[in-house]
Nanobody, 124 residues
């Protein structure tokens, strides 16, 4: 069974950091483009970051550039989203996603596999 499982969400104060993890099972993440999306209450799903299966320069939404970093550890079959300098507007449910493709896009329709989501709340 192909599965993505996120962890690492929680409550953090503005300016703080969180590191989200997404562990893959049932398939090898090496050959997949990976991405993170988020959805805040009352808003549409937003692409946050993605990177192709070949590595290379990741893509980031303008709202998170310079603050968030996407990465993967192929040995652990896990992807990550390091989030620094968090703002209240980063509050959302965060989802990881993957597709067997060599390119990535910040478009949810591209991705075949999704995690269940993890809540991130930025509040004082």
């Amino acid at each position: 069974q192909l599965q993505l499982v996120e962890s690492g969400g929680g409550l953090v104060q503005p300016g703080g950091s969180l590191n989200l993890s997404c562990a893959a099972s049932g398939f090898t993440l090496d050959y997949y483009a990976i991405a993170w999306f988020r959805q805040a209450p009352g808003k549409e799903r937003e692409g946050v970051s993605c990177v192709s299966s070949r590595g290379g320069n990741p893509n980031y939404a303008d709202s998170v550039k310079g603050r968030f970093t996407i990465s993967r550890d192929n040995a652990k079959n896990t992807m990550y989203l390091q989030m620094n300098s968090l703002k209240p507007e980063d509050t959302a449910i965060y989802y990881c996603a993957a597709v067997p493709a060599s390119i990535c896009r910040l478009w949810g329709g591209l991705y075949d596999y999704w995690g269940q989501g993890t809540q991130v709340t930025v509040s004082s």
